[in-house]
T-cell receptor, first 115, second 111 residues
Framework: DAGITQSPRHKVTETGTPVTLRCHQT?????MYWYRQDPGHGLRLIHY???????DKGEVSDGYSVSRSKTEDFLLTLESATSSQTSVYFC??????????????FGSGTRLTVV | GQQVMQIPQYQHVQEGEDFTTYCNSS?????IQWYKQRPGGHPVFLIQ?????EVKKQKRLTFQFGEAKKNSSLHITATQTTDVGTYFC???????????FGTGTRLKVLA
């Protein structure tokens, strides 16, 4: 979907290094999410944002931090990458009314490998 | 914790056969959404169910939400090779603002 882009698409990094993934949207949606996808676990929520500078933790937030200084950008930072954070990371956006999302639009994903 | 269980994990069918995947929650859901992810792709929103007992259809796909709003199903009639992918449900628990995804059902269609 053209309204949401993730960068980079692929990254290989070394254990212990910080890594930042970027999600950019042009839809002006209020809600943005970071998920990770691993075999057998489906999609697990890391962090989400419900507005500029408003963020909250998801199911698997340990070792991750986020920032949202503008409506269109949501950054995910792995503070000190570990091999267990090797995964495919998806960003998603939505408009929602009182928690009732109108469906998430996902980005194309970032495949991160920590060696 | 809040979980949405999805079964089966995998399903192989012959082209033309029907396919069903099920999602179950131990507690009441406010609503449930369904997504499809093609191999190597990203999840794509299919539909949202909100009302108890709701049934919606999209061509060969039929979506149902249980009367107690604790379970849901997706049924595909006469599968085609284009149906290949992983189907996810995502439930919104009452009183929360975060959707919880099921683990997905990977569908393979044999021509």
């Amino acid at each position: 979907d053209a309204g949401i882009t993730q960068s980079p698409r692929h990254k290989v990094t070394e254990t212990g290094t910080p890594v930042t993934l970027r999600c950019h949207q042009t839809e002006n949606h209020r809600y943005m999410y970071w998920y990770r996808q691993d075999p057998g676990h489906g999609l697990r929520l890391i962090h989400y944002s419900y507005g500029v500078k408003d963020t909250d933790k998801g199911e698997v937030s340990d070792g991750y931090s986020v920032s949202r200084s503008k409506t269109e950008d949501f950054l995910l930072t792995l503070e000190s990458a570990t091999s267990s954070q090797t995964s495919v990371y998806f960003c998603a956006i939505s408009e929602a009314n009182w928690g009732f999302s109108y469906g998430y639009t996902f980005g194309s994903g970032t495949r991160l490998t920590v060696v | 914790g809040q979980q949405v269980m999805q079964i089966p994990q995998y399903q192989h069918v012959q082209e033309g056969e029907d396919f069903t995947t099920y999602c179950n929650s131990s507690t009441t859901l406010s609503n449930i959404q369904w997504y499809k992810q093609r191999p190597g792709g990203h999840p794509v929103f299919l539909i949202q169910l909100v009302k108890s007992g709701e049934v919606k259809k999209q061509k060969r796909l039929t979506f149902q939400f249980g009367e107690a709003k604790k379970n849901s199903s997706l049924h595909i009639t006469a599968t085609q090779t284009t149906d290949v992918g992983t189907y996810f449900c995502a439930g919104l628990f009452s009183g929360t603002y975060k959707y919880i995804f099921g683990t997905g059902t990977r569908l393979k269609v044999l021509a």
